[in-house]
């Protein structure tokens, strides 16, 4: 069942689940997603931005209240668990909302100019890259590269339509994790789709465009979480790609972005409209 909210013209529509992420030794949770970090970063950046998602609440999150917001309600909430070991993060699966596909999406978000297609946990329909036709389609690929085995853990795994999706798609960005390093992967991917970011925690990011590479640093900060930057940054990064339809421009835009972001916890490290603006350029015709 779809709550009914007042429909709004928005110019930036992202799909994918609400989250819940658990902290550490069972002191509650924060609300996280794709959707929760790519959303504010939007709004931040002047964009009237519409959600399709899928929880168990029966209102939505209060840190989502000026957003727009229409939720499948679903048995569970997508909840997540990150623990940190000694040979890296482990990550498990504890609870999974429903699968979200066109049929969620109201007709008046359907001509958005901005379309993010922001899975965590396989929920996003891959034939939405088709529905359309005359947006800026956006990716953010973890959710199509993630499987998870009875006890919730989740590890990387392949990806039959990611020539399908890709090719159909504006642009796409990962991260390094996302694919547990593997470059043959990454090489594989660009080949599918002219613009592809790969984010790398404190390093930056690079940018494959049309058979080019650039990498672009991110600024030295005193990191304090990095939970969500890249999110913020695939939102930044298609929204000044949008704005200027040059990929070199958005990328370094996305990455200053995505800094600002590690120096606060949480969904406070969204950057503040005023950060959005200081960073923004002139790009010449």
């Known amino acids: 069942m779809l ?14 689940h609400i989250t819940r992420d658990l902290l550490p030794s069972g002191a509650g949770s924060t609300l996280g997603g794709t959707a929760t970090y790519s959303a504010l970063t939007a709004q931040a950046a002047g964009m009237r931005v519409g959600v399709v998602t899928s929880h168990a609440e029966v209102s939505e999150p209060y840190e989502l209240r000026s957003v727009q917001v229409i939720t499948a309600t679903s048995e569970k909430t997508t909840t997540f668990e ?35 297609l922001g899975p965590v946990a396989q929920e996003v329909d891959p034939k939405l890259v088709r529905a359309f036709p005359n947006a800026l389609i956006g990716l953010t690929l973890q959710g199509w590269l993630r ?16 020539s399908f999706v890709l090719q159909q798609a504006s642009a796409a960005v990962l991260s390094i994790e996302d694919v547990a390093g593997d470059e043959r992967i990454i090489d594989e991917l660009a080949t599918s789709i002219r613009i592809l970011v790969v984010t790398e925690g404190a390093k930056g990011a690079r940018l494959y465009w049309n058979g080019d590479v650039r990498k672009f640093r991110a600024p030295t900060v005193k990191e304090v979480d990095p939970t969500g930057a890249g999110d913020v940054f695939a939102a930044a990064f298609f929204i000044r790609l949008y704005q200027t339809r040059d990929p070199w421009e958005a990328a370094r835009f996305a990455t200053q972005l995505a800094s600002i972001s590690v120096t606060r916890p949480g969904i406070s490290g969204i950057p503040t409209p005023s950060e959005v603006k200081a960073n923004l350029i002139e790009v010449l015709p």
């Open 3 to 16: 709550d009914v909210v007042k429909i709004e013209p928005i110019d930036y529509l992202i799909i994918g």
């Open 147 to 162: 499987e998870w085995n009875q006890q919730g853990e989740v590890r990387f795994t392949e990806w039959p339509e990611a």
């Open 82 to 116: 990150n623990i940190q070991t000694p040979t890296g993060r482990v990550q498990r699966l504890h609870y999974r909302a429903r699968d979200l596909d066109i049929s969620m999406v109201p007709e008046t978000w359907r001509t958005a100019p901005i379309v993010h």
